[in-house]
């Protein structure tokens, strides 16, 4: 039977949770989630666990912070006036945008506070600083 190898497009089936078992994205009752081995598209311990597999394999890992999305940094959190903000988003904490930076590239913040004259916001990652766990079944190799 084929096994997946880098630059195997395939299917999986995927539960992400954390330690104490809260999921944060799941495709189990969804259409299995399509990625091709190796161009990055996945964290790296993802891709290197689905390596290896044969269709119908299932295998859980666990990848801590520095194999995910690495440990949160301090100076992606700033406050900004209320004022510089568009006035047309609608502000809640927990939100997250997509924004253009000086140097004109894209990332995404998150609102994690705002008053009438500041707003906070952090542009880590939500799952920064967090030991991710997965439970991937391989549906098919393309």
Do not use: C, W
């Not at 039977?1 to 330690?19: I, N, P, Q, S, W």
């Not at 091709?36 to 044969?54: C, D, P, S, Y």
Request: aromatic share 8%; proline share 4%; hydrophobic share 35%.
């Amino acid at each position: 039977m084929t096994k997946a190898k880098t630059g195997d497009m395939v299917r999986v089936h995927f539960e992400g949770y954390l330690e104490d078992g809260t999921v944060f994205g799941s495709t189990m009752d969804d259409e299995p989630f399509k990625f091709t081995i190796g161009e990055k598209n996945m964290l790296q311990g993802f891709e290197n666990a689905v390596i290896g597999m044969q269709k119908g394999d299932t295998k859980t890992i666990t990848l801590p912070p520095e194999e995910a999305y690495g440990f949160h940094k301090k100076e992606l959190v700033s406050v900004m006036e209320r004022s510089d903000f568009p006035k047309d988003i609608h502000l809640e904490v927990g939100k997250r945008l997509r924004v253009r930076t000086q140097d004109g590239r894209y990332t995404i913040i998150t609102i994690k506070d705002f008053t009438e004259d500041s707003i906070v916001i952090d542009g880590n990652d939500p799952l920064a600083s967090k030991t991710l766990k997965f439970k991937i079944e391989l549906v098919e190799i393309l």
